[in-house]
């Protein structure tokens, strides 16, 4: 699965999800696979926020558990700079002044001219130099409120 850490708890059924009060999840899924694992049971879901990772983001028709929420959490949000600006990326749905990650990753490549892609293995020397970079150019993580 992953990082063993106390708080943590990894599984491969969906309806695992609403024994926790927080889940994350990061695969694209038919939507009726959600709907299945989060039909109501009869049993109260302690499920209060789906964190989602997952790229495109597709929301998930919670309309018969409201009670959760439902947060894209894959994206990075801009401020006008001269580097990117504007709707730049409005085939992937999300809202103007933010992009996804890997698409930043791929500016990034191109700006500091290196001959890898975003995609694959990470670079653990690399990441903090690049993020400290992108942060240089208007990027940052997303605010969330919930």
Not at 31 to 36: D, E, F, T
Not at 39 to 62: E, H, Q, S
């Amino acid at each position: 699965h992953g990082i063993k850490l106390p708080n943590v708890t990894y599984s491969s059924d969906l309806s695992d999800m609403l024994n926790y009060r927080v889940a994350i999840v990061g695969k694209m899924l038919a939507p009726k696979q959600y709907n299945k694992a989060l039909k109501p049971t009869g049993n109260d879901a302690k499920t209060r926020l789906i964190l989602d990772y997952t790229v495109p983001f597709i929301p998930i028709d919670l309309t018969h558990r409201r009670e959760i929420r439902h947060i894209q959490i894959g994206i990075l949000a801009t401020s006008r700079n001269t580097l990117i600006e504007g709707h730049y990326d409005i085939c992937m749905s999300h809202d103007q002044d933010h992009i996804y990650p890997c698409h930043m990753g791929c500016i990034l490549n191109m700006v500091e001219q290196r001959e890898t892609n975003e995609t694959g293995d990470i670079n653990l020397d690399d990441v903090e130099r690049l993020w400290n970079r992108a942060k240089g150019y208007g990027i940052r993580n997303k605010s969330l409120s919930y």
